[in-house]
């Protein structure tokens, strides 16, 4: 069977990217399975519309912000029965398996606190490796704006795992 | 650039240090360490985000992009076999139509081919008698009498189904037009159809058919063309 030059495309974005988004969607959902339905969602709508992708270099980009539309629109159509990421308790680990009882998953509980509007940018900027201005024409917000969200998403980090450690210590 | 602008800075973009915040960081101890500590944080938090991607997710992702285009393909050649199947129901009933046209009354089709062929109607000047002989000839009629004088036009005409010899015979009230249909029988009969006429009689195993809006010379023209094609010059009995 022919396997026509938009599916190869096709199948190189997924293999290169697939990772990325998943990572990208679970942070923004919380649940593994949700990640994974939103990973998938967000590459069938690239596919849809992958006449669309010109550059290379701005695939990523792209697809980040299929995945964040399919993630809006997810919630918009209905609610969904996951985890409030403000009730996790950072000191409930015993719910948590033992390799999850080290420094990652103290991390990664934090960073499942942060508000949204903080972990946003900080997601693409750690995650996606992109820069600040880049981020604001992502979120449509001034580069001065994520500027300052940056900072404070790093600051309250620091803060809730400071927090976390010296009462893990006491 | 001062420590404070710096952290500030540092603090929002921690992997991008500008040619003027390397240049404070270098002279500057506390911002030194300052940097070192963000990397450190840096280092730390993009391991806790580097989350395990399950296992073959890329191949189920292709694997449902693949069989859904396979779907939306074969539901494309599914739509493409309806329109094919909905042209060849167009086709038929258009048939059905034509075949229905065909199965009209004679009178009805005798009227409608004269709209078929209106050339017909437009010369005045008769025919050499050995051309209109040549067109029973070709249906196969043989003409026992002599044929009336005066036919302007004389084709081998199929009407619906049947095969005829359509001519005209100008009169001074308006031209009659003769069909005569060999091998088709019919009980004899006067029609009207908006302003035209016709009349059929059953003639010499064959049917002749005259269509003038004026009927004034349908009895001469029959027993005319009784005399040609059965040698006798009388209207038949029954005679309307």
Known sequence: ?170 | MNCLEYRRLLGSDPRRESAEMQAHRRGCNGCSSHHAQALGFELALKRALNVAVPDGLAERILLVQTTAERGSNGRRRRQLRWLAVAAVLVAVVGLSVFQLRVFEPLPQQLIAHLGHEPESLLTHTALPAQEVEQRFAQRGVPLIGPLPEGISYAQPCPVGMLASVHMVMPEPEGPVTVFYLPGHETERGNFASGTMHVRAVPMAKGTLALVAADTRHFDALEARWRLTLEGRGDIAAGAL
């Open chain 1, 1 to 170: 069977m022919r396997v026509s030059s938009r599916q190869r495309q096709f199948d190189a974005l997924v293999r290169a990217h697939n990772g990325d988004l998943y990572r990208y969607a679970y942070w923004l959902c919380g649940d593994p399975a949700l990640a994974q339905d939103l990973t998938q969602e967000a590459f069938l709508r690239a596919w849809r519309s992958l006449d669309a992708l010109r550059e290379t270099d701005a695939a990523k980009a792209w697809l980040i912000t299929i995945l964040r539309r399919e993630h809006a629109r997810l919630y918009e159509r209905k609610s969904f029965d996951t985890t409030d990421i403000s009730e996790l308790d950072l000191d409930d680990r015993d719910s948590l398996s033992p390799e999850q009882l080290g420094e990652d998953s103290i991390v990664r509980a934090a960073m499942l606190q942060l508000e949204p509007k903080y972990r946003e940018p900080l997601l693409l900027q750690v995650l996606g490796g992109f820069s600040c201005e880049e981020i604001a024409r992502e979120l449509d917000l001034g580069a001065a704006a994520v500027m300052t969200q940056l900072f404070r998403a790093r600051q309250k980090l620091k803060a809730m795992l400071s927090g976390d450690r010296s009462e893990a210590r006491a």
